[in-house]
């Protein structure tokens, strides 16, 4: 899939994007890893910015869980935190009203 134009040699897509992959994957800066390849700076250069541009697939993120808790538990646990806080005022509020009240 390379066409001799001049002195130059043109290479297609699958070249340059794995070349792409390839250079990601190492620990070389652009210019180290064109040398070590014996491929043009400038021409890779082109290709990574054509592919920077491409959209992205979405990164798929983990969701973790809390250590111990199981997801049940965890709804579970937090339905009694709201049920021990509303007791809670529910408390403060029938003392305030035995105080106004004397009692």
Not at 19 to 47: M, T, V
């Amino acid at each position: 899939m390379s066409n001799e134009i001049g002195s130059r040699v043109r290479y297609g897509e699958a070249f340059w994007r794995a070349h792409h992959e390839a250079w990601q994957q190492s620990a070389l800066n652009q210019r180290e890893y064109c040398d070590a390849h014996r491929i043009p700076l400038k021409a890779f250069g082109n290709w990574r910015a054509k592919f920077k541009a491409e959209p992205q697939p979405p990164i798929r993120k983990l969701l973790y869980r809390r250590r111990d808790l199981s997801h049940t538990l965890s709804h579970s646990v937090s339905t009694v935190i709201a049920l021990l806080s509303d007791s809670r005022k529910n408390l403060e509020e029938s003392r305030k009203a035995s105080w106004s009240l004397g009692l």
